[in-house]
């Protein structure tokens, strides 16, 4: 059996079907052992069945019109080179323009971040958990000191005992802004809620909102920013807000 690689001319005669029954054997054989020309033959397939295709129901050639397989067979696979091209572009365009719209969503989504989301992620870490606080109670305490260092008058921790709220203890934190803290305070139920500061933005505006659960009442003192958090549920967390500012 001949195993030296046929030439393109034996190729172009197996895919036109005008090899004999010995050579097809000996060139599948062939192929079977070189799955990369195997591939190349098949793509050569499906160029002669869309030619087939395209032929179909035209009228016949002229006699003495040349054929020229191999030429035609070029002429279709840089057809298909051009489509793969044009698909690629379309690909790269989607992929570019769905990378920027990621990108430009990010960018509005961080200009149009919740008011004193700190806040509120400050309460479920601190005032909602088991999370040991560090001791709030008496001027003379570190937390009470590095508020009033941080915040001057503004971070006089307020005293609540009349509204049924003792002072458990807080967190000095940190944000981008400058020093924060969360206050919390609990009821004789057990009930907690946070009362976080912050320094002020240039973008800050008083309001309230709920976030799940939760209810956050933010405002401003001067260059502190305020919020308090609790259980929307509540009803106290109306009445306390007052109590705790003299500005809006």
Not at 111 to 121: F, I, K, Q, S, T
Request: glycine fraction near 10%; hydrophobic fraction near 40%; include cysteine.
């Amino acid at each position: 059996m001949n195993t030296l690689p046929p030439d393109d001319e034996a190729l172009h005669a197996y895919v036109d079907g005008r090899l004999d029954a010995d050579r097809v054997r000996t060139l599948e054989h062939w192929l079977q052992n070189h799955p990369e020309q195997a591939a190349r033959i098949a793509g050569w397939k499906r160029d002669a069945a869309s030619l087939r295709a395209t032929w179909a129901g035209l009228e016949p050639l002229p006699a003495d019109t040349p054929l020229a397989p191999p030429q035609i067979r070029r002429q279709l696979q840089r057809q298909r080179r051009a489509r793969l091209g044009l698909v690629a572009s379309c690909v790269l365009a989607l992929g570019l323009g769905t990378t920027l719209g990621w990108q430009a969503r990010e960018l509005r989504m961080a200009g149009e971040r919740l008011p004193m989301a700190d806040a509120v992620a400050a309460y479920r870490l601190f005032a909602g958990t088991d999370v040991p606080l560090e001791s709030g109670a008496g001027r003379d305490s570190p937390l009470q000191g590095w508020l009033q260092a941080n915040f001057g008058a503004a971070g006089a921790a307020p005293d609540l005992q009349s509204q049924g709220f003792q002072l458990q203890g807080g967190r000095m934190l940190s944000t981008p802004e400058g020093a924060a803290a969360m206050l919390v305070y609990q009821d004789a139920d057990g009930a907690r809620i946070g009362l976080y500061l912050r320094p002020r933005s240039d973008r800050f505006s008083q309001g309230e909102r709920r976030d799940g659960r939760l209810l956050a009442q933010y405002w401003a003192e001067g260059n502190t920013a305020f919020a308090l958090v609790g259980p929307a549920t509540q009803a106290r967390m109306r009445q306390l807000r007052p109590l705790l500012h003299t500005a809006g």
